[in-house]
Structure formats: structure tokens, C-alpha cells
């Protein structure tokens, strides 16, 4: 089973910030994608940064974090502002302890208040949210091990649903788990990777969309 351990984390601040309102969001189709990024371009806004924790940049047409630290997140986020959205990415831990985390931020208000969709290279997953600074899991209290998430350096397709005070996980496709919270009703979107007990997380992100529900 896994442990829930989230002892400090360190925000990653976009380079470069846009925005896209709640009235963007009004004035399209369900389905249509509201923000996308192939991280084929190192100044679309995601940031790099290395820090005694880790690190986070471009690299090779992805997204590259790796974190040096044991019990540590490290995220990052292109400085947008959604309420309603369906979020995907595809995902691979390249090196690095199989008992990870590795996923979606939606709805995240500061380095404080956030929704995380979580999975680990060695096949458990998890939703929760961190509030005040206080992290807390909404589906147990702990990671549960799932068929759908391909285990160790194989590539996985996250998809995370933030609609009203529901959210809903599906991994390859595959509907994983789903919860219900009212704290937050908007804010960024976003790609995390932390760490338990063994530091060394390594775990490249790409083709990241947001559409419309």
C-alpha cells in the first residue's frame, strides 16, 4: 500500500504567464480544446528551474522533472485559470524509484490550495487535494493499485475531469476513480512529480491539453 507523504513541495513559477477566463470557457463547445502544449517550444510558459530538490525544463520536446529529494513535489503550471475542465497528458517515469508520483494539478489556487491526480510507476493511484497547506487524499487513505497503469518506464495517458465538485480519474483510458469536493470552483492547471522515502523521481510530460467537458 502506498503511504501518503507530502511533507513540503516547491512551486515552480511560470516563466511566462497568460490567461484564459471563465467567459473563454463560455464561449465554446464541449470538446473543444481551451489551452494545449507539445513542449516543442522552451518559452510557452512552463518555466525551468533547478533547485537543491530538483529540477524542471524543456528537454527534447517534453516536459523533464526530476526530483533529488525524498518526501518532496516538485510542479509546474502554465499560469492559466479554468473552472470546468477535462485535462490529459501523456507520461513516462524514465528513471528513478518505481514508488513515485507522477500526474495533474487542476484548480490550483497557490502553492497552498490544489486538486492532484497522482499515479506511481509501480501501478497505484490516487485524488486528493492540498488545503491551507494540510494534504489530504479524497479517494482513501492511500494510494490504491490499479490494472490500467502500466507499470516502470512504460508511457501512460492521464485524463482528469474537474466538473463542479466532481473528479474523475481515468488512466489509459480506463475510468480509475472519482471523488467529490466543494473547496475550489477554478484556477491553474498543471504537471507534478514527487517523491516517497527514495529520492530520484525522473519523469517526462507531453502533448498537455485542457478541453471543454
Known amino acids: 500500500m502506498k503511504k501518503l507523504s507530502l511533507i513540503f513541495a516547491l512551486l515552480l513559477i511560470p516563466a511566462l504567464a ?3 477566463s471563465s467567459i473563454a470557457e463560455s464561449l465554446v463547445s464541449s470538446g ?3 489551452y494545449q502544449d507539445i513542449f516543442s517550444n522552451p518559452q510557452s510558459g512552463w518555466g525551468e528551474i533547478t533547485v537543491p530538490a530538483g529540477k524542471a525544463g524543456y528537454e527534447n520536446g517534453a516536459y523533464h522533472i ?3 529529494q525524498p518526501n518532496v513535489n516538485l510542479w509546474s503550471h502554465p499560469g492559466m485559470d479554468f473552472s470546468t475542465t477535462r485535462m490529459e497528458v501523456s507520461l513516462m517515469a524514465a528513471a528513478g524509484p518505481l514508488e513515485n ?8 489556487q497557490d502553492d497552498k490550495n490544489y486538486y492532484f491526480f497522482t499515479i506511481s510507476a509501480d501501478g497505484y493511484y490516487g ?3 492540498m488545503k491551507a497547506g494540510q494534504v489530504s487524499l479524497l479517494t482513501g487513505d492511500q494510494m490504491q493499485p490499479s490494472e490500467s497503469i502500466l507499470t516502470g518506464n512504460q508511457i501512460n495517458h492521464l485524463r482528469a475531469d474537474c466538473i463542479g465538485n466532481l473528479l474523475i480519474l481515468y488512466v489509459n483510458n480506463a475510468l480509475v476513480t472519482s471523488a467529490k469536493d466543494d473547496d475550489f470552483t477554478s484556477g491553474d492547471a498543471g504537471i507534478l512529480v514527487g517523491t516517497f522515502d527514495q529520492p530520484g523521481a525522473d519523469v517526462y510530460f507531453d502533448n498537455f491539453m485542457v478541453i471543454k467537458p
Open 66 to 68: 526530476v526530483v533529488e
Open 127 to 129: 485524488i486528493g487535494k
Open 18 to 20: 497568460c490567461s484564459t
Open 101 to 108: 508520483r507522477m500526474g495533474l494539478i487542476c484548480r490550483l
Open 32 to 34: 473543444d480544446v481551451l
